[in-house]
């Protein structure tokens, strides 16, 4: 059947027909709908783990147990998945298991931009790497034999521009699970990867690099494609085909699907028909690197973007240059200068009434992290003061604690954290701030959901029980409602006074899930109005500005005067506006 | 040759979903088609593109500055944000709905003072299109996607009727569909008078 999909689709599409059992991933950008898409499909066990390491080791018990078995994450959810990961390279799957990594090139929704081609060489792991949606399905039908060919998890590498692009493909039907592959049979030599286990598993690994390499050289993944034009052959993975075929319709491309091992005599063949080689991949000069080494005379990255995605217009640039050729003038519309978006809480969003005060501590240090209340490190807020990785709010906040303890200096240190990503990686450092002693005060933005992806599901559990049971003592245990304006200004102010490890539990469904209810939408006073625009403090986007006044005081100090309406479209009837106005401007209409 | 097609306005808007109606037309048209997505932060009031491209072929999913057809704006100074990728034959379909992030209530950044005419001084098509405006007449700000779409229906390269009846396939039949029938009438109807209009000039 013809159908019109994006890459995550696709590869869940793929997967599924291949007859995946098991599906287990942890969302982020830009992988979350491969498993979105598989938890709809007949026939597999879909689940959202705590975080990608549980996810791969879910997808691997599946494999053992003779059931093909998916995960997927994006780039830096891998980085959290590799200790076992690395293990599995040694050990291998049993029944087809396939790791689909999500490269955020262009860092839309990342601390970072990643080349997880890279595990591809770490683990020894064989790396397919689509050029777009049509690619991902098929591959992702096809990862799964080739897993179970070599006894090697397989690494299907998306990034950006496969997973959020649609196109059409043509899909077929789901191939039934081989139920003469289901079935355990314990085998210590091989799982358990004991000192003594290691050397043969080594050599093991040797033997299917060689495999793999073999299968690569001749695999349907890799295509050499020769065109009219032979001024530049290119060496092209991933998206970046498209961009080539676009910018030099008839030039000459290795096309490589089966990207690690890199099949090097196609990469000669290649050389040998054309003047010069590019390569063009993204992010790093992976491919470029190793071509070089193998004695293939290739240009690349030093012609192109040193980060981001590879356009057509970046490209015949890179070419000209690289030709010496004159270069392409310049656009001639350049883009016109208008004030930056960024991503904002939305209007009720219980955060904002969190960082309505964190936003006024002036004095303290607040170690932030992933989440939507990562936008409290914006405007008007400005509440953050390092945002690292996920879980990471509570072990830095953990060590200024204790460094500015041994300095004798009291500054208040704040750790900010939701309830996805605590359960993914902030418990263990609770546990060290509480087994240390360390004076830091936990915020724990209870939302009910892993709000920035998507409203994923999280385990409900009882976390004053859990914090409580990591070791911070029960009196230091708070839980609080974040549109409470004053209530929760009372309990912060008391958390930061008191000196030993505290957690504020601010618990209130996210206003885009099921459990949030919205209110009544409020409506201002005009004539209470004084124009003093602490309401804005808030940074609801259902406040708006209708006018704005410099007052001059007789100190002679200029201050500012804003008046304003609200949306009524966008509020919720949350009442933090209301609270936080001293006038009682601001009532329900 | 494309045709290319910029989709823009703020998370939350439908922007992705009017993006995929096109696209999906365009299938039902006979060509080939890629759309793009925006996913993630983004989709918490930020800038959002979704950028369609379709023809007897497609390589690149990317459309180049300078080159789009139809810049299609669900808000004011997004269609500003976006308009450097307009060829010089293109036109920006507007609505003038503005909305304003808490970035610009604050103080710390301006909002544009009149797009439109911004537009219109890069020597650019205009054709402005109350679709917000539109939907609340209609009842309800979600009708915008249909009263845009409706809009646009006439500056495509096939039929109208072939992205109205993608556009009521979504709701299925019954009241919904009525109301987004009507919507993206609303919406084309607008456009003709407004092309009437401009003619008149």
Known sequence: MREFLSGNEATARGAWEAGVEVAAAYPGTPSTEILETLAGLPGVYAEWS??????????????????????AMKHVGLNVASDSLMTLGLVGAKAGLVIAVSDDIGFSSSQNEQDSRFWGRFVHLPVLEPADAADAYAMARDAFSISERHQVPVLLRLTTRVSHVKRTLSTAEREAPDASRHGYNRDVERWIITPNHVGKRLELR???????????????????????????????????????????PQASI??????????????????????????????????????????????????????????????????????????????????????????????????????FWLGQLKDAVICGDIGCYTLGCGEPWNAMDSIISMGASLGVAHGMAKSFA????????????????????????????????????????????AAMTGGQDTPRLDFAQLVTALGVRPERVRTVDPYELPAFSKVLREEIKASEPSVIIAERPCVLSRDFVRRRPLVVIDDKCNGCARCLEVGCPAITVTRREHETRPSGKVVERAWVRIENGLCTGCDVCAKACARGAMVAA | ????????????????????????????????????????????????????????????????????????????????????????????????????????????????????????????????????????????????????????????????KVLRDEVLRRFGGGELAARNAAAFDAGRAAVRDDCLTAQAR
Not at chain 1, 278 to 303: C, D, F, N, Q, Y
Not at chain 2, 122 to 137: F, K, P, Y
Not at chain 2, 145 to 152: D, E, K
């Open chain 1, 406 to 449: 041994s300095n004798g200096a009291a500054k208040p240190v704040l750790a900010v954290i939701g309830d996805s990503t605590f359960l993914h990686s902030g418990m263990p450092a609770l546990a060290n701030i509480a087994h240390h002693g360390a004076n830091v005060t936990v915020l724990l933005l209870d939302n009910r959901v």
């Open chain 2, 1 to 160: 040759m494309t045709f290319d097609i910029l989709v823009v306005g703020i998370g939350g808007q439908g922007v992705l979903t009017a993006a995929d109606a096109i696209a999906r037309a365009a299938l039902e048209a006979g060509y080939e088609a890629t759309k793009t997505e925006v996913t993630g932060m983004s989709q918490r009031g930020g800038v959002v593109c979704s950028q369609v491209r379709f023809g007897e072929r497609v390589a690149a999913s990317e459309i180049r500055p300078g080159a789009a057809r139809l810049v299609i704006a669900f808000e004011a100074a997004e269609g500003l944000r976006w308009s450097h990728y307009l060829a010089p034959e293109g036109r920006v379909l507007l609505d003038p709905w503005r909305a304003v992030p808490p970035i610009v209530s604050s103080g710390v950044h301006e909002y544009p003072v009149d797009p439109a005419t911004q537009l219109r001084d890069l020597n650019l098509q205009v054709i402005e299109i109350q679709a917000r405006g539109t939907a609340e007449r209609l009842g309800d700000a979600r009708l915008a996607n249909s009263v845009m779409l409706g809009a646009a229906a006439d500056r495509l390269p096939f039929p109208e």
């Open chain 1, 50 to 71: 705590t975080n990608e390491k549980v996810a791969l080791e879910v997808a691997f018990g599946a494999s053992l147990t003779g059931r093909r078995a998916i995960t």
């Open chain 1, 254 to 355: 290795l096309k490589l699907g089966f990207s690690h091992p890199l099949p090097l005599a196609l990469a000669r063949e290649l050389a040998a028909s054309v003047e010069q080689v590019m390569v063009v991949e993204e992010s790093e000069p992976l491919v470029e690197t190793e071509l070089s080494a193998a004695g293939i005379a290739v240009h690349g990255r030093k012609w192109l973007p040193p980060h981001g995605e590879i356009t057509a217009p970046a490209l015949e640039r890179g070419v000209a240059l690289m030709l010496g050729d004159q270069q392409p003038a310049a656009p001639k519309v350049l883009p016109k200068k208008v004030f930056p978006r960024p991503p904002t809480l939305c209007a009720g969003c219980p955060y904002m009434g969190v960082y």
């Open chain 1, 206 to 248: 040797a033997q299917r690099d060689a495999a793999l390499a073999q299968e690569s050289a001749t695999s349907r993944w890799n295509i050499l494609e020769h065109g009219a034009d032979r001024k530049v052959g290119f060496v092209v993975s991933g998206a970046a085909y498209h961009v080539v075929r676009e910018a030099f």
